[in-house]
């Protein structure tokens, strides 16, 4: 992205915004919204977030790191890996299960804590095939998401909206320092495959709130 960050092969995630991991395929799906292309990585290290306070209370759970992340309309049951930025500064992607796996970006909040608790995953995998986030560009506002937590505990989000950025463009403090709330911020690869940049367009980002 340098808004974080690498994510996977063709996606980002984190978006946002990154690149060097978005790149096996040869041209990646189109996400929602038309947007041009993209060439400077994002990242919260690189851009600074300041997290925006509110007076009034936020609904908030006592959160625990995430393990598992599901998304029932798109059939993703995905195990979560922490994540953090890299020493060129790009958002890491998950090792351990690189394309069914997703990734938290483990120096923000965790999902249910107050503050955008960010998660990103590939889009595709060498040769263009569906990774995790294949089908996210499918999700709806008003579709439910699911974290479960080390201890056990579910969690249920509330997607709000989504949207896609080119990188250069995506609004940091929405994604990474919005604290008025409890969120979770999906972010992966969109738009279309820049073979020179070994990246695409945009990065689409899924927002959702803390249902009560």
């Known amino acids: 992205m340098r808004l974080i960050p690498k994510f ?9 915004f990154l690149l060097t991991s978005c790149g096996a395929s040869t041209q990646a799906t189109t996400a929602p919204a038309d947007k041009p292309t993209a060439t400077q990585k994002l990242s919260p290290a690189a851009t600074k977030v300041v997290p925006t306070f509110i007076a009034s209370p936020v609904v908030t ?12 309309s798109i059939n993703v049951d995905a195990p979560v890996e922490n994540v953090g930025i890299q020493s060129n500064g790009d958002l890491g992607t998950p090792q351990q299960n690189p394309w069914e796996g997703v990734g938290w970006y483990n120096n923000g909040p965790r999902p249910g804590g107050a503050g ?18 294949w ?8 579709d439910t998401i699911m974290i479960v937590d080390a201890n056990g505990k579910t969690l249920h989000f509330r997607v709000t909206r989504t949207a896609a950025y080119p990188p250069q463009n995506a609004p940091l403090q929405e994604i990474f320092g919005d604290s008025a709330g409890a969120y979770l911020n999906l972010i992966t690869c969109a738009g279309t495959w820049i073979p ?5 367009s945009l990065r689409l980002v899924v927002y959702a709130t803390l249902m009560q």
């Open 116 to 133: 955008s608790a960010v998660i990103d995953g590939h889009l595709d995998r060498p040769g263009g095939y569906p990774a995790v986030f």
């Open 8 to 16: 996977f092969f063709c996606p980002i995630l984190l978006l946002l």
């Open 196 to 200: 020179d940049q070994h990246q695409t």
């Open 135 to 142: 089908d996210l560009r499918k999700v709806q506002v008003g």
């Open 61 to 72: 759970v006592a959160a625990a790191t995430p393990a598992h992340l599901m998304i029932p």
